[in-house]
């Protein structure tokens, strides 16, 4: 006698409620398909759902990104309108973001796309407020207005990097806590730079620091160059990775140290037994495409592993298409030639800091000549691990 219909839709409904309220395994491989803004909502379900929801959570924190170049089609920048409608997407809760967007794009404290005076201006909300809403509460962000853009594409390690020296462009890199990793942001102007701050920042007198980011705004003004000598001076002589440039401001955490237009320091200190770093230095004699390739292949030596790795590229605004007489994205496609699994994002800046620096244990950065890290017309070239 086979079953009514009207009892087998009650039975299976009831079965599959039993198996969703009491087997972990189940309910465990449902919520690793559910992003992780959704996943920390569902977790309040019942006391069964709440403990899956965090050991999917502890599996899922692998840093990842979102990039986006090219015009809105609304009066947002793309960056804007994109960032919002994706961080719902990922699968980790990011503690630290580190963004990046052209600088025709952000302006001050808040976001504003600004056209010639011909063209209708267009403008964003506060960022502060903005991002507060978009990223957790204690997540650090560090925001840059840069000249140009280097960003690998959404949602694949292995897309082509590509360059953007003009248009639209952002990305915003989400690092989840890690262990055996440290990323510490940090903040300086001319007020509050000093020995004992730096050394609070985990830059002076920090045996596990492995690699420092940073980039420096309003450099052009009267005593930038003293402040930055100020800022690199302490580091010179560490066996830390140091690489970053000169960009054209900053929107987040807001400058609340420092006046409008004064000159500052912002970046990340990573140290840990986890975090290691390789550079190289793409100089003024690097014009072609074969020689950028053969300069980024030293960085093979560092043997660096490729799984949670970024490539970072700092560049300066006088290279790209024009310096390779009419070649587009020469030094990415190099990048990912020699490293097709490892995403790559950076900036076209007002100056460059870096070096070489591939050899590992006792190898000092510099001997004693902070300068030695500063250049203009050339490319920082740089990997860093994240632990695996």
């Known amino acids: ?30 919520l690793m398909f559910i992003p992780t803004k959704s996943l920390l909502q569902v977790a309040s379900v019942c006391r069964l759902w709440r403990n ?47 963004m990046m967007v ?27 407020e903005e991002l507060n809403q978009i990223f957790p509460k204690g997540c650090d962000i560090v925001g ?19 360059e953007h020296q003009e248009g639209e462009a952002g ?27 730096m050394k609070e920042a985990g830059l002076v007198d920090n045996p596990e620091l ?25 580091l010179t002589n560490s066996k830390a990775l140091i690489a970053g440039g000169l960009v054209e401001g900053v929107f987040a955490p807001p400058k609340d140290c420092c006046s409008k237009g004064a000159y500052g320091v912002i970046g990340l200190a990573l140290s840990g037994r986890k975090v290691q770093g390789a550079s190289v230095l793409l100089d003024q004699d690097v014009g072609n495409a074969k020689e950028a390739e053969a300069t980024v292949r030293r960085l093979k030596a560092a043997k660096i592993p490729e799984r949670n790795t970024l490539g970072f590229m700092f560049a300066c605004v006088g290279r790209g298409q024009n310096y390779y007489h009419n070649q587009h994205n020469v030094e990415a496609d190099a990048f990912h030639k ?27 950065l510099c001997n004693s000549d902070s300068d030695t890290l500063q250049h203009e017309y050339t490319t920082v070239m740089t990997l860093v691990h994240f632990g695996c």
Not at 214 to 233: C, H, V
Not at 338 to 364: A, S
Request: glycine share 6%; hydrophobic share 40%.
């Open 1 to 30: 006698m086979s079953e009514s219909p009207d009892f087998c839709e009650p039975f299976q409904d009831f079965k599959a409620a039993y198996v969703l309220s009491n087997v972990a395994e189940v309910v465990e491989r449902v």
């Open 52 to 98: 899956c929801a965090r050991r999917v959570l502890r599996i899922q924190q692998h840093l990842t990104w979102v990039s986006v170049s090219g015009p809105s089609t609304t009066e947002l920048h793309s960056f804007c309108s994109i960032l919002a409608e994706e961080v719902e997407k990922v699968f980790l809760l990011p503690k630290t973001v580190l």
């Open 102 to 128: 052209d600088c025709e794009a952000l302006s001050g404290q808040a976001y504003c796309y600004e056209q010639s005076k011909a063209k209708k201006s267009r403008q964003c909300s506060n960022t502060t």
């Open 144 to 162: 840059i207005a840069t000249p140009g853009i280097v960003l690998t594409p959404t949602g694949s390690w292995t897309s082509p990097p590509k």
């Open 171 to 197: 990305f915003a890199v989400m690092f989840p806590s890690t262990e055996g990793v440290h990323i510490k942001p940090f903040h300086f102007c001319k007020k509050t730079i000093s020995l004992s701050a």
């Open 210 to 234: 492995r690699v420092v980011l940073l980039f420096i705004y309003e450099a052009y003004k009267s005593g930038g160059a003293r402040f930055l000598n100020q800022i690199l001076e302490p």
């Open 338 to 364: 020699v490293f097709p699994n490892t995403p790559l994002f950076g900036l076209f800046g007002n100056g460059e800091i870096g070096c070489d620096r591939i050899v590992k244990d006792d190898y000092t």
